[in-house]
């Protein structure tokens, strides 16, 4: 850095918060887009036996794409956590926000797994015998709300960053 930078802090700090936020997107994208392609199979396959269907089955396809928009809440929290010219940004900061990207992240690809295994198999089951479309949501909102924990663990982990210090 510059003789004359103002910047207060650990230097590389900043690099494991972006790092965090990054993540945090990257991964619950990752799970988004598998849950989507995955489960998007399954209602192509049984649209062409029942095609009257395809839209009840959509449900976990807006699912999977709910755990996209949970990393880009904790993405842009992070981001604007990182002002290391404004406020000290010291490496526990930089810590709480990669775990904080990284719960969220990996908890978004889990669920987004999940998901994709389970909108397959249940929309091409519900095609076969309608009375499991109830059983086929109460096991896709419980996976959904393994990101849920994702998210809500990373909000907490990232509300942790710059208690490090009194400054």
């Known amino acids: 850095m510059s003789s004359g930078s103002t910047f207060s802090g650990d230097e590389t700090a900043p690099f494991f918060g972006f790092l965090g936020a990054a993540a945090a997107l990257v991964f619950s994208c990752m799970g988004a887009a598998y849950g989507t392609a995955k489960s998007g199979v399954g209602v192509a396959s049984?649209?062409?036996?029942?095609?009257?269907?395809?839209?009840?089955?959509?449900?976990?396809?807006?699912?999977?794409?709910?755990?996209?928009?949970?990393?880009?809440?904790?993405?842009?929290?992070?981001?604007?956590?990182?002002n290391p010219k404004a406020k000290s940004y010291y490496l526990f900061d930089g810590y709480a926000h990669l775990s904080s990207g990284l719960a969220c992240g990996l908890a978004g690809l889990s669920a987004g797994m999940a998901i994709g295994i389970v909108g397959d198999a249940g929309v091409r089951a519900n095609a076969q015998q309608p009375k499991l479309f109830v059983g086929m949501i109460l096991i896709l909102i419980f996976a959904e709300a393994l990101a849920l924990y994702g998210l809500i663990v990373g909000i907490i982990l990232s509300s942790r960053a710059g208690q490090s210090r009194a400054d």
């Open 46 to 82: 049984m649209g062409v036996m029942r095609p009257e269907l395809v839209m009840k089955s959509i449900v976990p396809v807006v699912m999977a794409g709910v755990l996209g928009i949970y990393g880009l809440i904790i993405a842009v929290i992070i981001s604007t956590g990182i």
